[in-house]
């Protein structure tokens, strides 16, 4: 019993999960076989009866073992159907009751003459097909049995039979061979199912993937037929010439340029490129051969100019980035021998006014030169950002204190509103580089008075938290509202002009967003305040006590 499914390494225990659908499969038309044979000796009895073709020795006995197979079958379907559990024993049921059914009927016609044997070759392959080597040949020997001892019976009953040894010999070496030869091609055929259905399921997930990775790719995918006709087109691509269902659709209609790339491709081998328009929009089509084979599938690559030529801007911007913060690195030694030698000969020029304001100029712009190059290699750790959970409250008033003591700023400029636990997810460092560059901004525009900027941290819903930085200056200019992020833009003689710039920076490297609310859209809290409203929206929440 324990070989039953050897060959597929599954157990005479394994319930309905571990054995293949197949082999219930096989099992159940194991038993139609069974049906339809007792059915057919059924009729043959009913046909035939006078002239004993089936039973001629004993009819009664022949006609009651057919009424039991059929009734068996029956039996046998039910079980199927109910009782899902135990395959190994289900198939061991099947094939001994074949065995002792068959030679019941080869009794009843006579013996081994009576050509009934054949009939146990059947059920002998289907349990051969659906069992281990071993208990193939255990079948195989209970139906030898079978046949010697029912032929041995007529040999001690009547005395006949002898010469019948060899025949009953032949067959059962015919039951082994069938068993063997039926097994090994059980094996085969278990063996290049699983390995078919295992195919099939890495072709179901590689063309999922596939479907993905396609629908979700920045380029336009088309893929063409040797006539020209789109086969399949993912989103973008639709997207992208403005219409939808291009399945079907021929490259002609599409772009004239387009079809003539592809017709060339078809001629010569390799890929091929294109610059094409459609409806005035300017694309860049890459063409490239699905198969080795010519007159194959074509895959055609759309991607937008402009997106392009942007890419290659930002390419170019972090390029110059780079060597802009190797620059300044550079730089800094220099700077710092300028100053020191200014303030030698301060020394050496006391008592002379023009030496002095000379030293005091140059002292002043190697301050601000060495400003501009500590923004710069802050800005260049940029993508650096280690990301923490930040209590809000707590980190603004020792912000504040900190700011209050090295700008000298009198703390009470400053009124501070935080929603308690309140949590945010950014860099420490690149949050109070943030608001330092804020306040700072915020303190040279207001009137450093009392109460002269609002800084209010609130949650804004959907994993967000909102915190503005107000002052209550003279606001920002429409003029200047569009530059104030920009590199160098400044209106201070004294300011860099990279303050606000580094600020959005720093922000966008944390997945946050920095803005200036314009002073029709500012929240309740702000309509005080008459100056710039800068709002910082980041990734955050409120931690409940």
């Given amino acids: 019993m324990s070989a039953v499914v050897a060959a597929t390494g599954l157990t005479a225990g394994s319930g309905h999960g571990a054995v293949p659908e197949a082999f219930w499969r096989s ?86 003459r009576s050509g009934l044997g054949i009939l146990l070759l059947m059920p002998l392959a289907a349990a051969a097909t659906l069992s281990g080597g071993r208990t193939s ?22 005395e006949i039979g002898w010469t019948d040894y060899f025949p009953v ?15 090994r091609l059980g094996k085969r055929l278990i063996a290049n199912e699983a390995l078919v259905r295992q195919r099939s399921e890495d072709l179901r997930n590689q063309i999922a993937i596939n479907r993905l990775v396609i629908r979700d790719m920045p380029s336009g995918v088309l893929v063409v037929d040797a006539d020209g006709k789109v086969r399949l087109a993912n989103p973008e691509a639709e997207r992208l010439v403005g219409r939808s269902g291009l399945n079907g659709l021929a490259l002609d209609q599409l772009a004239p340029a387009l079809e003539q790339a592809h017709r060339r491709l078809l001629e010569s081998t390799g890929s091929g490129r294109a610059q094409i328009a459609i409806d005035g929009r300017g694309m860049h089509a890459r063409l490239l051969r699905a198969s080795g ?5 074509v895959l055609i690559f759309l991607d ?12 170019k911007l972090a390029a110059l980035g780079r060597l802009t913060a ?49 923004e710069v290699l802050q800005l260049n750790r940029r993508d650096r950002a280690e990301t923490e959970e930040i209590a809000l409250g707590p980190f603004l008033q020792g912000f504040l204190e900190q700011i209050s003591q090295t700008e000298r700023i009198d703390p009470a400029s400053f009124v501070l509103q935080a929603a308690p636990g309140v949590r945010v997810n950014f860099d420490r460092q690149h949050l109070h580089r943030v608001l330092w560059n804020l306040v700072v901004n915020a303190w040279r525009h207001c009137r450093h008075a009392k109460a002269s900027i609002a ?91």
């Fill in 304 to 315: 937008d100019a402009v997106r392009l030529r942007a890419q290659a801007q930002q390419e």
């Fill in 137 to 158: 040949l255990f079948y195989a020997s209970i139906a030898t049995f079978a046949l010697f001892v029912e032929n041995t019976y007529w040999v001690l009953q009547y």
């Fill in 326 to 374: 190797n620059i300044a690195h550079e730089i800094r030694n220099p700077l710092s021998a300028i100053g020191h030698a200014s303030q030698l000969l301060a020394e050496e020029s006391r008592g002379r006014q023009d030496f002095l304001r000379l030293t005091r100029i140059i002292g002043d712009n190697t301050i601000r030169l060495d400003r501009i190059v500590q």
């Fill in 455 to 545: 800084i209010v941290a609130l949650p804004a819903g959907q994993g967000l938290v909102e915190l503005h930085v107000v002052d209550d200056g003279t606001g920002v200019s429409e003029e200047h509202a569009g530059k104030l992020f920009e590199p160098f833009f400044t209106t201070e003689a004294r300011g860099t002009g990279l303050g606000l710039y580094i600020a959005r920076e720093l922000a966008e490297a944390n997945h946050a967003a920095l803005d200036q609310i314009p002073a029709g859209e500012r929240p309740d809290f702000a309509a005080r305040l008459t100056g710039a409203d800068f709002r910082l929206l980041m990734e955050g929440h409120v931690k409940s006590a």
């Fill in 27 to 112: 099992l159940g038309y194991f038993n139609l076989s069974r049906l339809l044979l007792a059915a057919v000796l059924l009729v043959a009895i009913g046909l035939y009866g006078d002239s004993r073709v089936f039973g001629a020795t004993d009819p009664g006995l022949f006609y009651r073992v057919c009424i039991a197979y059929l009734l068996l079958s029956a039996a046998f379907a039910w079980a199927l159907n109910r009782l899902r559990t135990l395959f190994a024993v289900h198939l061991a049921i099947h094939a001994v009751c074949d065995v002792i059914v068959i030679t019941l009927l080869l009794h009843a016609s006579g013996g081994i």
């Fill in 293 to 297: 084979e010519h007159g194959g599938e």
């Fill in 169 to 183: 010999g032949m067959l059962a070496a015919g039951c082994f061979a069938v068993a063997l030869v039926t097994n």
